[in-house]
């Protein structure tokens, strides 16, 4: 791979860096990754979060309105019709310069892809642009108490009554789902393990569809139980036809795991940077912690880590420009990035020594509590997008060939 940008590539990334020169002012990181809340009520988090949520919004629409909401989809559903690697400058360019998280990111990168591929032309009218804008934010209701890794064998049931699907079940871990408008719902509607699958797009405020937020380890409460009780949904909304929900599923994983490939290794990086900040700034015995052989060692080790995973990130990318499915690649490049992050987050509790014990409101505490939050929002780094245990069974079995696990 030619690890030069063209011309043409290089004027879209300094347009993009002058547009977040003149844009970004308002929504500047405050340098505080939450508040130090972690035992509030849950309905004090859920107002903060609230808050969260509106400026992500605002941020979202003002890319929107520059031109930079949908960096790859095509311009006839209103996006910017660019390459891939114009997305992955986009990706490394909004990480550099620590802006909002994009809200809509089911949207943006699983929702709205399996749209554009799957989709009606009335429903790519309906759907596409309120989402770009971020007038409507979207959720993915996959998962259930007892169908994670296990994806197909899910039991929330949607039963045919006429023109309408009346749908009964249970999900759990929906990230959004207490924000969002609309979900992209898997649900079974017959026998067949894979076959028996469909795949509906369901309006989060019709009767009957119930939201509960689940607290996590950081305090914060990101995800939810989502309940379904006779819940009627025009067949319409199904994406795909009945009983092609795995095929329409397996588009929107893939298109999750492309994007996670495409952003994360970045973040890892600038996270890698402020730890080696970290070690020089904070000092034991009147020398820095960066002058430690050992802190060295692993800050060096973690450099090649990060460096491993960039390259084998431009792998997938060439083989994506070549015009084939994403590889292996994303596996790789998902399980290494969940465990560099959790690494990071334990060299730096090593770095700072006692201090990692101060409250993150403490004026004292190293970087505003920051390191704190990823020690414990990490942890579900290894869980999210796939655990890695799963992971390293499709490596086993895809990459090295070794026999099936079951
Ligand atoms: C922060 C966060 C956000 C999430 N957001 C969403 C969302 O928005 N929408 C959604 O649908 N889901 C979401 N999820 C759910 C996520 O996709 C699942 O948690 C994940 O797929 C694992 O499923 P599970 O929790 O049911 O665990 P299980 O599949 O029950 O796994 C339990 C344990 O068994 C191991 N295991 C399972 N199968 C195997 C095997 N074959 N071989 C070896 N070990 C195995 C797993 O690695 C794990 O350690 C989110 C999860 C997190 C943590």
Redesign the pocket.
Known sequence: MDFSLSPEQQRFRDDLRGWLHENLGDFAPSGRAQSAETAAPLETIGRRAQVEIERGRAWQRRLFEGGYAGISWPREFGGRGGSIIEEMIFNQELAEAKTPPLINV?GLYMAGPTIIAHGTDAQKSRYLAPLLRCDEIW?????EPN?????ASLQTRAVRDGDRYVINGQ?V????AHVAKWCILLTRTGGEKYGGLTYFIVDMESPGVEVKPLR?ITGDA??NEMFFTDVRVPAENILGSEGEGWRVAMTTLMHERASLGVGLQVRSRIALEELRTLARATMEDGRSRAADPLVRQRLAQLFIECEAMRFNGYRGLTRMLRGEQPGPEGSINKLMWSEVNQRIADAAMEVMGPAAMLSPDDPDSPGEGRWSYLLLRSR?NS????????LR?ILAERVLGLPR??
């Open positions: 089911i959720c993915q209701g996959f998962s169908s994670g890794s296990d994806l999900k871990w929906t990230s959004l996590q990101e995800f579900a869980i999210e997008g796939g655990t890695s245990e799963v069974n696990s079951r």
